[in-house]
């Protein structure tokens, strides 16, 4: 049974910074395309940032572009999102996700994409 764990949130400044993780589990982690998706109360899931199995391939939401990075440590089973100059509106949980590969070099945007999700984790920007 695949397992995401997600730490790292947390309240912070407008302008500040963070570093999410997703720690996976029964299951091997360079197999899997995974993203990183928000979700505010009262509103749909969110897209954020998508990386391919081998970490070459990455697409963002044009509202994280430039701030937020995503990248892959395949030998330590963990996905991090390292958010700079954060804003209010960023405000959210974020999850992580993941979906066997077709080891085809995409990314994924949508929800209906992935298969296996954390069970998320706050991040709070005030203003």
């Known amino acids: 049974q695949v397992q995401l764990v997600e730490s790292g949130g947390g309240l912070v400044q407008a302008g500040g910074s963070l570093r999410l993780s997703c720690a996976v589990s029964?299951?091997?982690?360079?197999?899997?395309?995974m993203g990183w998706f928000r979700q505010v109360p009262g509103n749909e899931r969110e897209f954020v940032v998508a990386t391919s199995w081998n970490g070459q391939r990455t697409g963002y939401a044009d509202s994280v572009k430039d701030r937020f990075t995503i990248s892959r440590d395949n030998g330590k089973n963990t996905l991090y999102l390292q958010m700079n100059n954060l804003k209010p509106e960023d405000t959210a949980v974020y999850y992580c996700?993941?979906?066997?590969?077709?080891?085809?070099?995409?990314?994924?945007?949508?929800?209906?994409?992935?298969?296996?999700w954390g069970q998320g984790t706050q991040v709070t920007v005030s203003s």
């Open positions: 029964g299951g091997t982690f360079s197999r899997y395309d």
């Open positions: 996700a993941a979906d066997r590969t077709s080891y085809s070099g995409r990314y994924y945007r949508l929800v209906s994409d992935y298969v296996y």
